[in-house]
């Protein structure tokens, strides 16, 4: 570990500014795993991998593991032990894939973030994490059998804890649109179940892993969200996205339960289907895999504080309700709204959140092998912010903060830094209306505005917002929630 206001050893030799790139170039052979996991064909023994397991939760309430260190606002205790009681697990439990090192452990906290944190508090925020998380990734060792666990003390529900932060009409309006509208357990089910099938089914093609990505995964989707999926093909040889995709196109169609095969050559070309009877979605992109990396972040600061998540679904609904959420039409994407959420909650004089990047860079190593990616996070104690602003509040803060704080043209958001970056002479901010930057590739999410008449769309539609609920306190001033719920429920 080092000190926070130093890069990771990784990058420090290049770095130049507060925009440096990776050392390696970002292939695929930096995420292939190692051994004798991949295949020289495409062609695989089906013997070599064995399915795609995940296991669904108990019914039991969450569980918190003992002596669980926390982080306030930055301080950390240090991480002595851990019990990974999770209540849903993917695994891969195949031969070929007995990638992790038993000895492989995760960094402690450096000395200078050791702090007095309430333990109530510590098992409150733990509480909203695992209670949340209906699906919890980590790898194992074939037939090794995991020693048993100490009995963790039960805790109160996770909603009731959110209830806290909802003292207020606009704070009880966001809790009923996010209790309506986020993903349930079943709709997740439901995708991964289809994820499973697929699995087998392109396992008699490729010698490849399928991964549920984006916010099916992150903790951050609806009830109505798409599935987003990554296949990993392990080739010593980066494989033509376009030339899979395409026998992918031919070979789904002969599969009973898809439909609506589409192939949409974007900068990363993607396959969209449908599970044949129903409008579930999916698109499925090949080595992507930043987007894995990224979903594993996103995660880790979804269930850092519990406000984190109506937050994002609140400002993403306004997005959508106002016509500024498309990056295909050229204003902002999904995965842009959610940074600016989070470097807003970042920057507060009392931060809600930390960057965990800064603060973990080996679990977020933008090298770590993508079959170590899940297993990155699942040691960072629970983080218990000292701001205890209400969610209506830190709404009212977020519009407040780009309609009249945050500089356009002088600043990039980093949620990796956890500030506001200067633009200053490098490329890939230059003449960018909005500057977003990717955490781990460190290029701009925001790239779709390249339309002024776009970028002045967005700004006013901010400031009206940022008026108009300052003025009535109100939800349903900028959005009609009860028709949102609606919508939502009825899965148009």
Not at 58 to 67: D, K, L
Not at 228 to 245: G, R, T, Y
Request: proline share 8%; net charge positive.
């Amino acid at each position: 570990m080092f000190h926070r206001e130093h890069p990771p050893r990784a990058l420090s030799a290049h770095r130049t500014g507060p925009y440096p790139l990776p050392q390696r170039a970002w292939g695929y052979e930096q995420n292939r795993p190692r051994g004798g996991s991949a295949n020289n064909s495409p062609l695989l023994e089906l013997a070599s991998l064995s399915p795609y397991e995940w296991k669904s939760p108990p019914s039991t309430s969450a569980a918190v593991p003992p002596h669980m260190p926390t982080m306030t606002n930055g301080r950390k205790r240090q991480n002595t032990e851990y019990s990974p009681q999770v209540p849903k697990r993917q695994c891969f439990d195949s031969s070929s894939f007995a990638l992790i090192n038993p000895s492989w452990s995760l960094p402690r906290p450096p000395s200078h973030y050791l702090h007095q944190a309430v333990a109530e508090s510590s098992r409150a925020s733990f509480a909203g994490f695992s209670q949340s998380v209906p699906n919890q990734f980590f790898w194992v060792q074939p037939r090794v059998q995991p020693q048993p666990q100490p009995q963790a003390p039960s805790v109160p529900e996770g909603s009731n804890k959110l209830q806290a932060y909802a003292k207020d009409k606009l704070s009880i309006q966001m809790v009923e649109l996010f209790e309506a509208c986020q993903q349930q357990v079943s709709d997740l089910e439901r995708k991964e179940r289809c994820r499973v099938q697929l699995q087998r089914d392109i396992q008699h093609i490729f010698a490849a892993r399928l991964y549920l990505t984006g916010s099916s995964m992150n903790g951050l989707g609806c009830r109505s969200s798409d599935a987003d999926l990554c296949l990993v093909i392990n080739e010593h040889k980066k494989p033509d996205p376009i030339s899979v995709l395409t026998c992918l196109k031919t070979f789904f169609r002969s599969l009973a339960y898809v439909e609506g095969v589409l192939l949409i050559r974007a900068k990363v070309p993607i396959l969209r289907f449908k599970e044949r009877g129903s409008n579930l979605e999916f698109d499925l992109n090949v080595n992507n895999t930043v987007g894995i990396r990224n979903t594993f972040l996103l995660r880790s600061y979804a269930y850092a504080d519990l406000r984190v998540r109506p937050m994002i679904l609140a400002v993403k609904k306004w997005a959508r309700h106002h016509k500024i959420n498309n990056a295909s039409k050229g204003t902002l994407s999904s995965y842009t709204l959610v940074l600016m959420v989070l470097h807003y909650l970042q920057t507060r004089k009392e931060p809600v959140l930390p960057s965990l990047q800064r603060d973990y860079p080996e679990c977020f190593d933008p090298f770590m092998d993508i079959d170590r990616v899940p297993q990155g996070p699942k040691c960072i104690p629970p983080y218990i912010s000292r701001n205890q602003s209400s969610l209506g509040d830190l709404l009212l803060g977020f519009f407040k903060y780009y309609a009249t704080e945050f500089s356009w043209d002088k600043q990039v958001i980093s949620v990796r830094e956890a500030r506001a970056l200067p633009k200053g002479k490098f490329h890939e901010w230059r003449k960018k209306f909005i500057s977003v930057e990717e955490p781990f590739e460190r290029n701009n999410v925001a790239r779709a505005v390249h339309e002024k008449i776009k970028f002045d769309a967005i700004k006013a539609q901010l400031a009206e917002s940022s008026r108009i609920l300052h003025a009535k306190k109100d939800l349903n001033s900028i959005l009609p929630v009860r028709d949102v719920i609606n919508k939502e429920l009825s899965g148009t």
